[in-house]
Nanobody, 122 residues
Framework: QVQVVESGGGLVQPGGSLRLNCAASGSIFSIYAMGWYHQAPGKQRELVAHITSGGTTTYKDAVKGRFTISRDFAKNTVYLQMNSLNSEDTAVYYC????????????????WGQGTQVTVSS
């Protein structure tokens, strides 16, 4: 079994910063990538950022230059530093882990966290 747990969400004023943390635990053999999606009310879930085991990063256009994703795959952890937040960033943020579980035969599975709310409001 694998668990993915997010933390770090909350209420922040426009222009402020938050850091989201995500840790995967359990029967993990290796991690291919981890990252974050977000979903605002009435909208589809969208990719915010992800990072591969090799360090390649991808960002949603609207967050480029403001958000930074980083990883410590030795700890099965990924972080999302969010700066210059605005109301458009208000959403539930979901972490995902694309990994190989310890099993025979090996299996590649994407696991999701429960989500953490980020609200940007004055």
């Amino acid at each position: 079994q694998v668990q993915v747990v997010e933390s770090g969400g909350g209420l922040v004023q426009p222009g402020g910063s938050l850091r989201l943390n995500c840790a995967a635990s359990g029967s993990i053999f290796s991690i291919y990538a981890m990252g974050w999606y977000h979903q605002a009310p009435g909208k589809q879930r969208e990719l915010v950022a992800h990072i591969t085991s090799g360090g390649t990063t991808t960002y949603k256009d609207a967050v480029k230059g403001r958000f930074t994703i980083s990883r410590d795959f030795a700890k099965n952890t990924v972080y999302l530093q969010m700066n210059s937040l605005n109301s458009e960033d208000t959403a539930v943020y979901y972490c995902f882990a694309d990994l190989q579980v310890e099993a025979s035969p090996p299996r590649r599975i994407i696991y999701w966290g429960q989500g953490t709310q980020v609200t940007v409001s004055s």
